[in-house]
Structures are given as structure tokens and as C-alpha cells.
């Protein structure tokens, strides 16, 4: 079945630090790859996406691509603010049939602080 | 309206209670999801609707575990004989349908069993 596994953390940085945040995933065919942000009281957003290998997600300064050949998508940010403290979540779907969006496998997140 | 909405955002149940969680999509969004989201853990997938069906109900884990979305719209996931260890927050999103769009969540209800 499929699977992510992402560097549980927790990850504390000082502000404009370089931010890695590792996932693999495991799947057959050629899932989407998602990178959600929960941040302190608030649900799940989406941050950043890719729907194919090689393509590269971006939003709000953050990467990410697409290694079919590694089967990773790894989150990174070259200068880390206090503003991005939050819970990061790798997650991959596979369309049903009809090309959908259907249900999302997540990794257990990692918890990221930025400290001042 | 303007997100998913969830209610209540916080539930306490006595064990062997019973409790119903409502999730009010995106208007116009067909594809309705629940996921649990045990602490210090990712979600993970419980139900799936497309309109009004059920399509997918492979990640209940048990027949206590019991979701309906009867007009297409609003859902709600009901929960019988309540254990402690369905306490985790009970998570709804919702999509157009379209490939490779983005779902989007709801607060969640925390449920917590004692």
C-alpha cells in the first residue's frame, strides 16, 4: 500500500536558518505529492504540490520536487522566519479512476520552531 | 461559505456515549473526506464521499464508526459506544472533484473520551 515517512523532528532553527525537511514515500504508479502546514490552533492548509516527476512545488519560499528516482520530496527553505513555527505533513494521492482527487496519505509531521 | 466548517470544535464523551460530528463543506464541493488524527500522529483516511455516496469506507475501524452525507452536502460522522481510545481529532475536507485540486480542511473536532 502506500506510504510517506518524514524526519519526525521536532526541528528548531534560528530565524533565516536553512530548512530541510526529508520525505520518502512509497507507491505504486504516479501518486500527487503534497506538503501541508498546521499552524498553532488552525487546520490543515495546503503549502505546496506536485503532480508529476521532476516538477517543483513552491509557495511562501518554500521547494519542493518531485524525485521519481529517489521516491522523495523533500521540503526546503533558504531563510526560515518565526512566522513558519508550525507542524509540516508529507502526504501523496493516488487518483481513483476517473483522475479525481481522492484520499491522502500522510506522514506523522514534523514540528518545526524558529526561534528569534 | 467561505471554508469547511466543523461543530463542535471540542466534545467531551463519557465512555459508551455516543456522539455525531458535523462537517459542512465548501459549497458545491463534491468530494467530502474524514480523517482521525491521533495526537503527535498524521491524519489518517477514514470515509470518502462523492455527492451523496459513500465510495469509500475502507478506513473505519469499526462497525461503531458510522458516516452519512444524505443530500450531498453536509456530513456527519457519528461515533457509537464511545471507547478512550477514539479520542483523536476527527478531521473533514472537502474538493471540487477535479483532478489534482486541492482538498481543504476544517478545524477539526477534538473528541475526547474519559
Known amino acids: 500500500g502506500n506510504s510517506v515517512t518524514q524526519m519526525e523532528g521536532p526541528v528548531t532553527l534560528s530565524e533565516e536558518a536553512f530548512l530541510t525537511i526529508n520525505c520518502t514515500y512509497t507507491a505504486t504508479g504516479y501518486p500527487s505529492l503534497f506538503w501541508y502546514v498546521q499552524y498553532p490552533g488552525e487546520g490543515l492548509q495546503l503549502l505546496l504540490k506536485?503532480?508529476?516527476?521532476?516538477d517543483k512545488g513552491s509557495n511562501k519560499g518554500f521547494e519542493a520536487t518531485y524525485r521519481k528516482e529517489t521516491t522523495s520530496f523533500h521540503l526546503e527553505k533558504g531563510s526560515v522566519q518565526v512566522s513558519d513555527s508550525a507542524v509540516y505533513f508529507c502526504a501523496l494521492t493516488r487518483p481513483n479512476s476517473g483522475g479525481s482527487n481522492y484520499k491522502l496519505t500522510f506522514g506523522k509531521g514534523t514540528l518545526l520552531t524558529v526561534n528569534p | 461559505g467561505a471554508g469547511v466548517s466543523q461543530s463542535p470544535r471540542y466534545k467531551v464523551a463519557k465512555r459508551g456515549q455516543d456522539v455525531a460530528l458535523r462537517c459542512d463543506p465548501i459549497?458545491?464541493?463534491?468530494?467530502l473526506f474524514w480523517y482521525q488524527q491521533a495526537l503527535g500522529q498524521g491524519p489518517e483516511f477514514l470515509t470518502y464521499?462523492?455527492?451523496?455516496?459513500?465510495?469509500?469506507k475502507s478506513g473505519l475501524p469499526s462497525d461503531r464508526f458510522f458516516a452519512e452525507r444524505p443530500e450531498g452536502s453536509v456530513s456527519t460522522l457519528k461515533i457509537q459506544r464511545t471507547q478512550q481510545e477514539d479520542s483523536a481529532v476527527y478531521l473533514c475536507?472537502?474538493?471540487?472533484?477535479?483532478?489534482?485540486?486541492?482538498?481543504?480542511f476544517g478545524q477539526g473536532t477534538r473528541l475526547t473520551v474519559v
Open positions: 506536485a503532480t508529476k516527476a521532476d
Open positions: 459549497s458545491g464541493h463534491v468530494s
Open positions: 464521499f462523492q455527492n451523496e455516496a459513500q465510495l469509500d
Open positions: 475536507a472537502s474538493s471540487s472533484g477535479q483532478p489534482n485540486t486541492e482538498a481543504f
